[in-house]
């Protein structure tokens, strides 16, 4: 059987129209099977099934406390976290969560199309990108850039696009180490268009066998 992901979609904030495009697209990536909730009691059940937990563009405070405490222990003992897109906008109240993901939203300018830099091709999620890809997106800015917490792989080119607030130092999709799991984000994905394109599932396939641990690097 393939390894299972739990993807949660809960949101008590802006809600994505894009998110059920973004399941059927997690579903039809053919690598992995697809349990799906927006049930908060579900991430306070064990997890020691799934081979990673997806944050797809949840919002706001979507977990209990037992679901807090499950999903720590989960990643600390080795689980697989992935951060879609407003899973950046989520938690806010969660001290952990922060440093799970790796930085928070703050701000974005309107959907626009620009250009995503590539910074590490050495990378699962990055291997089948070109140096310079283009798509349209939000361009989600930071609170504080993540660099030096996390391995960036993607970074925006503000100067393709109107309203950028980070600067040369805007960092898109990176990985890191959690205790003994393995998180990645990716803040691209805000349209359903978006979940139609090969590159960006290419993306998401690549970033969630990487938390998953089905591929080394």
Same mark, same amino acid.
């Given at each position: 059987?393939?390894?299972?992901?739990?993807?949660?979609?809960?949101?008590?904030?802006?809600?994505?129209?894009?998110?059920? /495009?973004?399941?059927?697209?997690?579903?039809?990536?053919?690598? =992995?099977?697809?349990? +799906?909730? $927006?049930?908060?009691?579900?991430?306070?059940?064990?997890?020691?099934?799934?081979? %990673?937990?997806?944050?797809? &563009?949840?919002?706001?405070?979507?977990?209990?406390?037992?679901?807090?405490?499950?999903?720590?222990?989960?990643? $600390?003992?080795?689980?697989? =976290?992935?951060?879609? +897109? %407003? /899973?950046?906008?989520? $938690? *806010?109240?969660?001290?952990?969560?922060?440093? #799970? #993901?790796?930085?928070?939203?703050?701000?974005?300018? %309107?959907?626009?199309?620009?250009?995503?830099?590539?910074?590490?091709?050495? +990378?699962? /999620?990055? @291997?089948?990108?070109?140096?310079?890809?283009?798509?349209?997106?939000?361009?989600?800015?930071?609170?504080?850039?993540? @660099?030096?917490?996390?391995?960036?792989?993607?970074? %925006?080119?503000?100067?393709?696009?109107?309203?950028?607030?980070?600067?040369?130092?805007?960092?898109? /999709?990176?990985?890191? $180490?959690?205790?003994?799991?393995?998180?990645?984000?990716?803040?691209?994905?805000?349209?359903?268009?978006? *979940?139609?394109?090969?590159?960006?599932?290419?993306?998401?396939?690549?970033?969630?066998?990487?938390?998953?641990?089905?591929? &080394?690097?």
């Amino acid at each position: 059987m393939p390894p299972r992901l739990l993807v949660f979609t809960r949101t008590t904030d802006y809600r994505h129209d894009s998110i059920p /495009a973004a399941v059927d697209a997690l579903r039809g990536l053919g690598s =992995f099977g697809v349990d +799906h909730t $927006e049930d908060p009691e579900r991430l306070a059940a064990p997890l020691d099934g799934y081979a %990673a937990v997806v944050f797809l &563009s949840t919002s706001g405070a979507v977990l209990t406390d037992a679901g807090r405490a499950r999903l720590t222990g989960y990643v $600390e003992s080795g689980g697989g =976290f992935v951060g879609v +897109h %407003a /899973a950046a906008c989520t $938690e *806010y109240e969660w001290p952990y969560y922060g440093d #799970l #993901l790796g930085a928070r939203f703050d701000r974005h300018p %309107a959907l626009q199309p620009g250009r995503v830099l590539v910074e590490d091709g050495d +990378h699962p /999620a990055t @291997r089948h990108l070109s140096a310079v890809w283009e798509f349209t997106d939000e361009w989600y800015d930071f609170r504080e850039s993540p @660099r030096g917490r996390v391995r960036v792989l993607l970074r %925006a080119d503000e100067s393709s696009y109107e309203g950028g607030g980070m600067g040369d130092d805007h960092p898109l /999709a990176w990985c890191h $180490e959690q205790g003994g799991g393995r998180v990645f984000y990716t803040a691209l994905g805000h349209a359903s268009e978006a *979940y139609a394109d090969p590159g960006f599932r290419a993306h998401l396939r690549g970033g969630i066998a990487w938390a998953a641990r089905l591929t &080394s690097r």
